[in-house]
């Protein structure tokens, strides 16, 4: 039993943060726009080893026949993201057999699912101010937003008849009036636009999302979303279906291993209208936040109560930040971002020093040694 040094390519998406995942990982300074350092098995983008038995996690899947069931990224992000929901399991697997029959290549622009795996994801921020939209929230606080918004307005007539819209006939129809790419929604996005220029407290989300896309109808749907802020430690937990959108910051991001994203906008990317509304939950919710729990002296786990990962096993991130005896229940990735561990197993000692990343292939007990903030990626 061992750990094994795992590397990977930092992708640099145009949201991305200059120099972000460095900072978070304590790598030489650079000011190359960073956005998500995977760690993980997946396909498009497999973390590689040293190993002489293999070279990459997709090939110890294949050689072991066990199935990561989680992809960890560590994210940066300097702009919002596109506002994205991602599928159940039943729905990635009948989408992606729909589209590989009909013979969508899998890098095409207009591909919504590239592989048969669910992706609920949960975020963990690594520094305060993480910014994120997650979730409907409830109506009645929406309204009250728009209601201020319409009073500042010049033009307040699209922001009413939004407002009367969501008031009659809720979320769903509303969502679908967003995504209608309609003058009328065209008319309302201007109209937001202008009143938050003559008042950017009511709902400081449309300046950010102004500013990444001007005047994108994405800027009305995200209206009628959370916008939260984490301080460090804080997280959420985004299942199927849910609506989110990160807006800026850093953070630890653990999902199934898949990469299928069906968007709402805030993107140039391809946005299937249809398929996003077979996919969202449309729900309220005041607050997503999800509470760590203890597992041990100096360990806290970050995790979801009953959504499992693409082949059904629960996943879960640890967070270790000092002196710790712990069971690990899988195949392990550890990461550190901040001081220095010591990991003994099997009576052999590993310094894992700021920045460094590791695989543990099965389960097994460990011994923790030192201070700072380790990251453990696990199934259940």
């Given at each position: 039993?061992?750990?094994?040094?795992?590397?990977?390519?930092?992708?640099?998406?145009?949201?991305?943060?200059?120099?972000?995942?460095?900072?978070a990982?304590?790598?030489?300074?650079?000011?190359?726009?960073?956005?998500?350092?995977?760690?993980?098995?997946?396909?498009?983008?497999?973390?590689?080893?040293?190993?002489?038995?293999?070279?990459?996690?997709?090939?110890?899947?294949?050689?072991?026949?066990?199935?990561?069931?989680?992809l960890?990224?560590?994210?940066?992000?300097?702009?919002?993201?596109?506002?994205?929901?991602?599928?159940?399991?039943?729905?990635?697997?009948?989408?992606?057999?729909?589209?590989?029959?009909?013979?969508?290549?899998?890098?095409?622009?207009?591909?919504?699912?590239?592989?048969?795996?669910?992706?609920?994801e949960?975020?963990?921020?690594?520094?305060?101010?993480?910014?994120?939209?997650?979730?409907?929230?409830?109506?009645?606080?929406?309204?009250?937003?728009?209601?201020?918004?319409?009073?500042?307005?010049?033009?307040?007539?699209?922001?009413?008849?939004?407002?009367?819209?969501?008031?009659?006939?809720?979320?769903?129809?509303?969502?679908?009036?967003?995504?209608?790419?309609?003058?009328?929604?065209?008319?309302?996005?201007?109209?937001?636009?202008?009143?938050?220029?003559?008042?950017?407290?009511?709902a400081?989300?449309?300046?950010?999302?102004?500013?990444?896309?001007?005047?994108?109808?994405?800027?009305?749907?995200?209206?009628?979303?959370?916008?939260?802020?984490?301080q460090?430690?804080?997280?959420?937990?985004?299942?199927?279906?849910?609506v989110?959108?990160?807006?800026?910051?850093?953070?630890?991001?653990?999902?199934?291993?898949?990469?299928?994203?069906?968007?709402?906008?805030?993107?140039?990317?391809?946005?299937?209208?249809?398929?996003?509304?077979?996919?969202?939950?449309?729900?309220?919710?005041?607050?997503?936040r999800?509470?760590?729990?203890?597992?041990?002296?100096?360990?806290?786990?970050y995790?979801?109560?009953?959504?499992?990962?693409?082949?059904?096993?629960?996943?879960?991130?640890?967070?270790?930040?000092?002196?710790?005896?712990?069971?690990?229940?899988?195949?392990?990735?550890?990461?550190?971002?901040?001081?220095?561990?010591?990991?003994?197993?099997?009576?052999?000692?590993?310094?894992?020093?700021?920045?460094?990343?590791?695989?543990?292939?099965?389960?097994t007990?460990?011994?923790?040694?030192?201070?700072?903030?380790?990251?453990?990626?696990?199934?259940?």
């Amino acid at each position: 039993m061992r750990l094994i040094p795992i590397e990977n390519d930092v992708q640099p998406y145009a949201w991305g943060m200059p120099g972000g995942v460095s900072r978070a990982l304590g790598w030489p300074d650079t000011a190359d726009v960073q956005a998500e350092l995977w760690l993980g098995a997946h396909p498009s983008l497999p973390s590689r080893t040293p190993d002489a038995e293999f070279a990459t996690l997709e090939e110890w899947e294949k050689q072991s026949g066990t199935t990561l069931p989680y992809l960890l990224k560590v994210l940066t992000a300097s702009k919002p993201l596109s506002l994205q929901a991602h599928p159940n399991p039943a729905q990635a697997a009948e989408g992606y057999a729909r589209e590989e029959a009909a013979g969508i290549e899998r890098s095409a622009f207009n591909r919504n699912y590239k592989d048969p795996y669910a992706k609920p994801e949960l975020i963990v921020a690594l520094t305060d101010g993480f910014q994120a939209l997650c979730g409907f929230r409830p109506i009645t606080q929406t309204t009250d937003v728009l209601s201020r918004l319409a009073g500042v307005a010049v033009v307040p007539e699209p922001i009413l008849a939004f407002l009367d819209r969501l008031t009659a006939e809720g979320l769903r129809e509303t969502v679908g009036f967003t995504l209608s790419r309609t003058p009328e929604v065209q008319a309302l996005v201007e109209a937001l636009i202008a009143a938050h220029e003559a008042d950017a407290t009511i709902a400081p989300v449309i300046g950010y999302a102004h500013e990444a896309f001007p005047n994108d109808d994405g800027i009305a749907f995200a209206l009628l979303l959370n916008h939260l802020t984490l301080q460090r430690g804080e997280s959420l937990w985004l299942p199927a279906g849910n609506v989110h959108a990160y807006l800026q910051g850093s953070g630890m991001e653990l999902m199934g291993p898949s990469d299928n994203v069906l968007r709402g906008g805030l993107t140039p990317k391809h946005v299937d209208e249809a398929e996003l509304m077979k996919t969202l939950v449309f729900e309220e919710s005041e607050d997503p936040r999800l509470e760590p729990v203890v597992v041990a002296d100096n360990v806290v786990s970050y995790r979801p109560a009953t959504v499992p990962s693409g082949d059904g096993v629960p996943f879960e991130l640890w967070e270790v930040t000092g002196d710790a005896a712990v069971s690990v229940p899988s195949a392990a990735i550890f990461v550190v971002t901040d001081g220095e561990f010591t990991v003994t197993l099997d009576g052999s000692a590993r310094l894992l020093a700021r920045g460094t990343t590791h695989f543990l292939p099965s389960a097994t007990d460990l011994a923790i040694t030192g201070s700072g903030r380790l990251w453990i990626a696990t199934a259940q």
